[in-house]
T-cell receptor, first 113, second 119 residues
Framework: QKEVEQDPGPLSVPEGAIVSLNCTYS??????FMWYRQYSRKGPELLMY????GNKEDGRFTAQVDKSSKYISLFIRDSQPSDSATYLCAMSGWGNAGNMLTFGGGTRLMVKP | NAGVTQTPKFRVLKTGQSMTLLCAQD?????MYWYRQDPGMGLRLIHYSVGEGTTAKGEVPDGYNVSRLKKQNFLLGLESAAPSQTSVYFC??????????????????FGPGTRLTVT
């Protein structure tokens, strides 16, 4: 079983929809939770960063962490075709040597005009 | 700022051949990483470096070697390429502390990738 699980999709939604992307994890030592966005044939870029449990909002994006359930989510409001990309969750904990990240496999999102 | 650059962008190797992938960053970052990305497997860490002259193994280090002789460069070597090493390789770097309080290593800046095919 992988440490971080993510539905690969693809997830197809109409423009303007609210999108929910999720990851589950098994390592209770994870304290830091990130969402990276990767456009086709490009490198990933950091989208959201959260520490421990709670919510964080940045424009149309909201990241949510529920450590008791070992579940994290990324919500995208008013989705746009430009949001079409693969979204990777990533995590790390205090004990990770070199502050290594553990990535999920990514969910491919398609927003149709 | 060019950010993180990778050379080459594409390469085809025959089994048994060797090659070196070069990663360069101009952001003065201490931490650097090499990943491979395969369909359904996500990003897997090969090797990483927390500073000039230091390297360490990641999740999938077998068949690869690295060197960090200069702070801005991180080299990934394949001594004897195998078809199982066909993948997209990404380099990343990270500052000591990221924006919004991100811990070192959490805010990683990625290069554009190198597509390697081993036949």
């Amino acid at each position: 079983q992988k440490e971080v699980e993510q539905d690969p999709g693809p997830l197809s939604v109409p423009e303007g929809a609210i999108v929910s992307l999720n990851c589950t994890y098994s390592n209770s030592a994870f304290q830091y939770f990130m969402w990276y966005r990767q456009y086709s044939r490009k490198g990933p870029e950091l989208l959201m960063y959260t520490y421990s449990s709670g919510n964080k909002e940045d424009g149309r994006f909201t990241a949510q962490v529920d450590k008791s359930s070992k579940y994290i989510s990324l919500f995208i409001r008013d989705s746009q075709p430009s949001d079409s990309a693969t979204y990777l969750c990533a995590m790390s904990g205090w004990g990770n040597a070199g502050n290594m990240l553990t990535f999920g496999g990514g969910t491919r999102l398609m927003v149709k005009p | 700022n060019a950010g993180v650059t990778q050379t080459p962008k594409f390469r085809v190797l025959k089994t048994g051949q060797s090659m070196t992938l070069l990663c360069a960053q101009d952001m003065n970052h201490e931490y650097m990483y090499w990943y491979r990305q395969d369909p359904g497997m996500g990003l897997r860490l090969i090797h990483y470096s927390v500073g000039e002259g230091t390297t360490a193994k990641g999740e999938v280090p077998d068949g690869y070697n690295v060197s960090r002789l200069k702070k801005q460069n991180f080299l990934l070597g394949l001594e004897s390429a195998a078809p199982s090493q066909t993948s997209v390789y990404f380099c990343a770097s990270s500052p000591p502390a990221g924006s919004g309080g991100a811990r070192a290593g959490n805010e990683q800046y990625f290069g554009p990738g190198t597509r390697l095919t081993v036949t």
